[in-house]
Each structure stands twice: as C-alpha cells, then as structure tokens.
C-alpha cells in the first residue's frame, strides 16, 4: 500500500500521510497518542537508557525477548502493545494497514479529483474566506457537482456557490461550527449518505429525488444480520438522528436558495413523536465491578507500568465523571479540562462541554488513587497545584493524549475484562466486547438518577444536558425501582 493515498481528516484542512511505512506509522503514533511500531535491538534498547540495568526496569518484555533473539518489535493491537520476536511479528505495512481500517473514521482513501457535471453551469463565486476554515469532510470531490435540483440563479440562490461541496461548507459552517459534538455527528451522518449513495449510483445530494430519499429512509431501517446469522434492527433513535441530519442539510439548502425543490420535506416527521429515547447501551453492577477489579489489580507483563497507571486514570475519569469521550481532549486554548483541588484534597474536574459550556464534576474519593498514581509516575504533584495548567493525560511522547488513544484506552481495560469472564457468562463477556466510553457516562447517569435517586435537575448540571427531559430518560429504565414503589404503595393485606 502507498500511506500517501491516504487522508487524515481530523487536521484542517485534511492532509496525505507521509508516504513511507516508517513515516507514516510515526505519524499515525503521533496523531493517535501511541506507539504503534518499533524494532527493538539490544543497540536501540542502551540508546534510550543510561544503563542495562535502566532498560531492563523500563522495558522488561523487550529485555528478556533480546536476551534469547536478535531483534524484538513491539507493536500496537487490539487497544495495547504487544511485544514478539522480529520472526513472529507482523510487518510494518501489516500494522500500519490495521491501524488505518481501525480508525477509518479519522483516516480514508484519498479520492481522486472529478470534473464537475450535472446542471449547474452558471458560475458562482464562492466567498472562499468563509468556506477554507470549515471543510467537509464528506469527500469534496465527489460532492463538487450539482445536480438537476441545484439553482443557478444567482439572483435566487443566496449562497452564491455553484455546487454540493460549497453549500455543505456552508452549512456545517451556520448549524455545526459552534459544537464539534454536532459538527462529529453532521459528518457522520453526511458520510454514511454518501456512501449509501455510492454503491447505488446516485448522486450528488442535489441530485437526489424524493423516492430515493425514501428508499435511503428504508434502508436505514432495515434489518441487518451478522456473520453467525444473528438478525437485529437498528435502534429507531438512530433512525430518527440520521433523518433529522439528511432533512435539516436539504431544508436549509432549500430555505438559502441553492436548491428549487426540497425532496426531504417531511421526510423524518412523525419518527420522533412515535419513539421516545431510552438508552439502552448499559453494562451491569456486575459487569462494571467485574472492570473495576480488573482496573485495581495487576497489568499485563507486557504492558509497561506507566501505560497500566495511565489506563487507570482514565478509566477512572470516564467510569467516576460521567464525562463524554471529546470532554477529556485537551483544548489548549481554554486549558481544558482541568482539576481544582480544596483544602479537604477533593477534586473537581471543569470540562467543556456541548454548545461551549462549561461544566464543574465533582469527582468521587473512589476515584483520586489511580488519579495521583498516574500523575506521581508522570513526575507531577499528587493534587494539581492551583497554577498547573497541564493535560490531564499524557502520550507516550508526552503531548496531550488524543481522542483516539482515551477511546482506545478505555475499550484495552474492556478488552482484558472480556478475557477475564468465566466461560459461562456469554452475555457479560459479549457486553464487554461491545462497551465504549460512552457506556460508562449512560452508567454514571444511571447510578445517579436511578440508584440513588438524585434530582434531575441535579443530575442534568453534573452530565451537562441541556434539557432535563434528557436527564429524565435514565429514570425510565429504572423498572425494577418503579415495581418497587408500587409494591410498597399497594401492600399485599391478604
């Protein structure tokens, strides 16, 4: 493979890997928060450490490896490193393929530049000082074309753009730009449009007609079956956010005048009114003390120490903080998040949140040991000084850790904990493989709304919702606790 055929649109503007294996893993390291590939040498290992004795102590797997082999490489799989003879190991190229796939999301095949068609022949001028800061990110090229509903008058058409590419800049520019939350979740969407798009041959967006925005409708809500045969229908919130998605883009194109018909109008009415969201993407007290103790006990031989502490602390974050996955991301700017710390030793956490608002977590004492661990292994101060303004967690070359490497982080710990199911207990060890970060914030809200019974509008400051009817879907699941109450209300006299 040639890396340089490949993208990275988490940058702006989206930029081409380096175009050699060992660049572009050094890249994708840095870009991901972690090692993904080295070859290990008795020389190497002495030129990173004062001494032997050093090295042992910081790279114990790669020592004993050296000492029966040549060579060792160390490389990243399945959320942690793994270190293996330089014969049993797979190539550079091997991992560096992997990794690309894994994170498709972030990285995707550069796409060739296409000649404009369709009908849209009279030349806009697009205000390119508005349209460069905000790229797609739903492949430019393919969209950079009208089609038969696209307006060419400039008199009517306000956005003064001449194809899909331009008007979709624009409109992630007026509805996203001030969330990146909703501006991930518009990309997704918009993608997973255009790949639909693709294998039907059809497009562009300004292309499409009403029936076949109705079959896209009917797609979605298809049901899908697995590799073993497994039939299961998509969550019909799912449904009902990628409908809004698709209809607020044709809305909006229509409202501005770039397109003379709105083939989406009506298209998601009705989805929301008949489907009240639930979250179901739960794991049990069981399962959750079942990680808890993997978290707490020893690591892998050949994970190094301070990548285990480092794991703790974030698994603490997400599992004691209720946070979202991008929360934890360093924004340099703001110096967020970070930690106060009182008089009593108890920590706050202050994150950035949905629509730029800032949120104060306290942070349970449950938590604040694989905190301080993490931060002494780091050579820092156990409590964060009140003048520390610092990423809360590290890569292993020190920058800010990415979002990619938390999320990857998170799901290592899940991994280990599936591994460490009894044998009988399929369901946890299938929930476990399945968990993200996110399944640890629909937990944290459960335990509050519904375990203890905290108020909701307590709870919808400590998750950051912006409305409490959100906080308040954590109360439906609660049906064990909602038998309870009527149990009690109405005892059985007889």
């Not at 476990?432 to 629909?442: C, I, K």
């Not at 879907?473 to 005892?491: D, K, L, M, N």
Request: charged share 20%; aromatic share 8%.
């Amino acid at each position: 493979m040639n890396p340089s055929d490949w993208l990275d649109t988490g940058c702006q503007p989206p930029q081409r890997l380096p175009g050699a294996v060992d660049a572009a893993l050094a890249y994708l390291g840095h870009a991901l928060g972690h090692l993904l590939y080295i070859r290990w040498t008795l020389t190497t290992l002495k030129r990173g450490c004062p001494s032997l004795s050093d090295a042992k102590r910081e790279h114990p797997a790669v020592f004993a490896l050296l000492l029966e082999h040549d060579a060792a490489i160390e490389y990243w799989e399945r959320g942690r490193l793994r270190v293996v003879p330089e014969a049993a190991a797979p190539s550079a190229a091997t991992v560096l393929g992997r990794t690309l796939r894994q994170h498709r999301r972030r990285f995707r095949p550069a796409v060739p530049d296409e000649p404009p068609e369709g009908g849209c022949t009279t030349p806009a001028v697009p205000h390119s000082r508005d349209l460069a800061p905000l790229p797609t990110g739903v492949e430019p090229a393919w969209l950079a074309r009208a089609g038969r509903f696209a307006n060419p008058l400039p008199l009517t058409n306000t956005l003064g753009v001449a194809d899909d590419a331009q008007a979709a800049r624009l409109f992630l520019r007026e509805r996203a730009s001030h969330s990146p939350h909703t501006l991930r979740a518009y990309l997704s969407e918009l993608r997973r449009l255009v790949a639909w798009c693709r294998r039907e041959g059809l497009g562009p967006f300004s292309d499409l007609t009403r029936q076949d925005l109705i079959a896209y409708r009917d797609t979605l809500q298809a049901p899908r079956q697995d590799a073993a045969g497994h039939v299961t229908r998509p969550a019909p919130a799912s449904v009902s956010r990628a409908l809004a998605a698709v209809s607020s883009l044709f809305a909006w194109w229509h409202r501005m005048g770039y397109l003379t018909v709105n083939p989406a109008e009506g298209l998601a009415a009705g989805r929301r009114a008949g489907t009240t969201w639930t979250p179901v993407r739960f794991l049990s007290a069981a399962a959750l003390t079942h990680c808890d103790a993997v978290a707490a006990g020893e690591p892998l031989p050949e994970v190094p120490g301070v990548l285990w502490m480092r794991r703790r602390a974030i698994w603490a974050l997400y599992r004691y903080g209720g946070v979202r996955l991008a929360e934890l991301v360093w924004n340099e700017e703001r110096a967020l998040p970070h930690v106060d710390v009182d008089a009593a030793r108890q920590w706050t956490l202050h994150v950035l949140g949905k629509g730029q608002r800032l949120r104060a977590i306290p942070l349970p004492a449950v938590c604040l040991p694989a905190l301080r661990e993490y931060r002494c292994a780091m050579g820092l101060r156990a409590d964060p000084p009140a003048e520390e303004r610092l990423p809360l967690i590290h890569s292993e070359r020190g920058r800010a850790l990415g979002s990619s490497g938390l999320y990857d982080e998170v799901r290592a710990l899940f991994g280990l904990a599936a591994t460490r199911v009894p044998a009988e207990d399929r369901a946890m060890r299938a929930a476990l493989e399945r968990a993200s970060t996110h399944w640890l914030r629909h937990g944290y809200a459960r335990t509050l709304v519904v375990d203890h019974g905290v108020p909701l509008p307590v709870a919808q400051v400590l998750l950051g919702h912006a409305s409490v009817q959100t906080t308040a879907a954590y109360a439906r699941t609660g049906q064990a606790e909602a038998r309870a109450f009527v149990e009690g209300s109405f005892p059985n006299t007889a």
